[in-house]
């Protein structure tokens, strides 16, 4: 018993390290990370013996990530939401990965955000989640950050109103402009798949009362969604500016100070914006961290 307690903690220990691993690059199959770390598991799908003591640039099976032949995912049926018990592992909150500190939410009633969504693929198939669950790119599920493990949410894409229930099993994308990572399956049901990102509502699911959630997804205009990089948020005017001032001597675009009120207090939101693409916003977001600002948040309007 005492060796088996020890082993567990050794676990959880780790469990989130493993996640700090590199993906691919935006535009192939996804710009976040899964995975979990630990002792050897047994093999998973297609025969994988995934080695969870393994450090995540050697663990898995392919260097790079990939996807299979397109396929119909209209034969797929989506997950029903139910209540689970949380997870055993993955919910730690809060945690830290690659310096930056999320705290996971104790629910996924509310949640409510918009921003950037990455896939993934072929690397990581067969291979455990952050929830020791066996990830299948054939199934609809996705990796957050914050949401709890396992939850459920409606993820829609806001260039052409698709969307799909998934079930939330995973940790990550731990890119600063990621919002969430799903699998190749739900990529490919909602379009996000084959361009790589795309920009996307993500509403969370409450199993005990899904009326709200469930109800047909966020109509979508005609128009493209507009990127905006939130840069700072000040309650003095002062700050705001100086900081605008500095974003427009460096030319990284379009630069805004817009007012808004956040829990009764007015702030002077500093943003970059609005920006053509994905890789646009990425790009600019480098060139805003270079200059010793920190990461800016993505914002879709």
């Not at 698709?162 to 731990?174: A, C, E, L, Q, W």
């Not at 500016?241 to 974003?247: C, F, M, P, S």
Request: charged share 25%; net charge positive.
């Amino acid at each position: 018993m005492k060796a088996a307690a020890v082993a567990i903690v050794l676990v959880a220990s780790v469990l989130l390290a493993a996640c700090s691993g590199s993906r691919s690059r935006p535009g192939s199959a996804g710009t976040g990370h899964r995975g979990v770390s630990g002792s050897a598991s047994p093999a998973g799908a297609n025969g994988v013996n995934d080695d969870l003591s393994r450090p995540q640039s050697s663990r898995y099976r392919d260097g790079r990530d990939s996807v299979p032949p397109p396929f119909d995912v209209s034969k797929l049926r989506e997950p029903v939401p139910k209540a689970e018990p949380l997870s055993r592992y993955g919910n730690k909150s809060p945690y830290s990965v690659r310096g930056k500190t999320y705290r996971v939410l104790p629910t996924a009633r509310g949640y409510d955000e918009r921003g950037i969504a990455s896939f993934y693929g072929n690397k990581f198939h067969g291979y455990k989640t952050s929830s020791l669950e066996t990830y299948d790119m054939y199934a609809f599920t996705a990796a957050s950050t914050t949401l709890p493990l396992p939850s459920f949410a409606r993820v829609t894409n806001l260039d052409n109103g698709k969307s799909v229930i998934v079930r939330v099993n995973d940790r990550g994308p731990f890119h600063d402009n990621r919002l969430i990572d799903l699998s190749y399956a739900a990529a490919v049901k909602i379009g996000i798949w084959p361009k790589g990102t795309g920009l996307v509502e993500v509403r969370g699911i409450d199993p005990a009362h899904p009326a709200q959630e469930l109800r047909a997804p966020v109509a979508v205009s005609g128009g493209h969604p507009a990127i905006y990089l939130q840069v700072g948020a000040f309650a003095d005017a002062s700050n705001a500016n100086r900081l605008a001032e500095r974003l427009r001597a460096a030319d990284v675009g379009a630069v805004q100070v817009v007012d808004g009120v956040v829990r009764g207090q007015r702030l002077r939101r500093v943003r970059v914006g609005p920006l053509a693409s994905v890789e646009r916003a990425d790009e600019v977001s480098r060139r805003i961290e270079r200059m010793g600002l920190p990461p800016p948040q993505v914002a879709v309007d």
